[in-house]
């Protein structure tokens, strides 16, 4: 499983946190049922967006890549988030991203624009596959998300860049390409291609391509079209997108100011339980508005399932147990999960003595940490 990691300028905010809590989710459950799972993330600690805020705020970009990455591990732990086999920085991953281009070249797949590296879309006839978008609706998405559609000298205004020759006052790195660095969607193909157990014997090099649902165009369609010229076959079995989390009617986004963080909610005295049980009330393909008012009902649902785990003689829970896990297995129907534990609650703290017998807290606790994340 390839999930597209941050870019750490300004992490991490409840969008960031729905998105890898639901991987983690996804993650557990694959686990749980007996599957092996290699998880890799990678880390855009290069790009256009960080340089620009660096400059910005008058820092150095690595200092400023490297507070928020750590700022954002300790949020992943906090909420519970099991760490990714691998975790590796676009940096880190240049050799294997010149390595990708030099096979794009093979296949006379690049040309230059300037001294600019960039795909011949064209190559891949399936472009297109991923996101369903028709050619009109793309460039706009595309300049949108980082894209250049209107650059003068490219064969399709789509074409994305795969090298960037080095900028006056930006970093760059040697290579055979000129000194220069990644673009996006080269990095994450390269990465996934190079630290998931590819098998040969497969129609698709990786399983599972996943990340919030702003990346299905152009991030993924393009690493995708990336990936299969360099294979010859398709990139991911499954596309997994998580749902935009907003605040107020807009989405969360570094551009708009709007960030809740997560750093910040656990400084003022929130559970970090609490924040994930709040996003794992919405189901992780819906987009949804955000209101501090969640908290308060994951805040008084956490009590209650803590004190109904606490007590000696509670309501059968193989059953409970039974049912998440059924929930889970469709499409990780979380909000039914919680249902279905508040049953158990309400149940286990009624009194009635009929009901609230035969259960063991112990192993539903053990349950609920394995599947859900939550830390009891
Ligand atoms: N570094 C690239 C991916 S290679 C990137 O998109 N970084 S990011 O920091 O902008 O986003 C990190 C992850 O959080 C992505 O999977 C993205 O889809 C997700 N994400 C960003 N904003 C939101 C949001 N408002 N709600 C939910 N998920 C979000
Ligand atoms: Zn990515």
Known sequence: MYVCGITPYDATHLGHANTYIAFDLLNRYLRATGSRVIYVQNITDIDDPLLERANRDGVDWR???????????????????LPPAHYIGAVEAIPLVTK?????NQINATYLVDEDTYLDLHKDLGFGEISHLSPDEMPAIFAQRGGDPERVGKQDALDPLLWLKQRFGEP????????????????????ALNFLDVDNTEHTSIDIQGGGSDLIFPHHEMSATQAKLITGKDFARHYVHSGMVGVEGEKMSKSKGNLVFVSKLIASGVDPMVIRLALLMHHYREDHMWSNEELSTASEFLDDLRTALSRTEVAPTDIVITEIIAALANNLDT?????VLSGWVTQSLSGSEDCVSGGSAGELSRAIDALLGLAL
């Open 63 to 81: 200092e400023l890549a490297n507070s928020q990455i750590d700022l954002f591990r300790a949020d992943m732990v906090a909420l519970h988030v």
């Open 335 to 339: 909000p039914r999960a919680i249902t």
């Open 100 to 104: 990708a281009i030099e096979s794009l």
């Open 172 to 191: 760059g790195w040697e290579s055979a390409l000129g000194k220069g660095r990644p673009g996006w969607h080269i990095e994450c193909c390269a990465i």
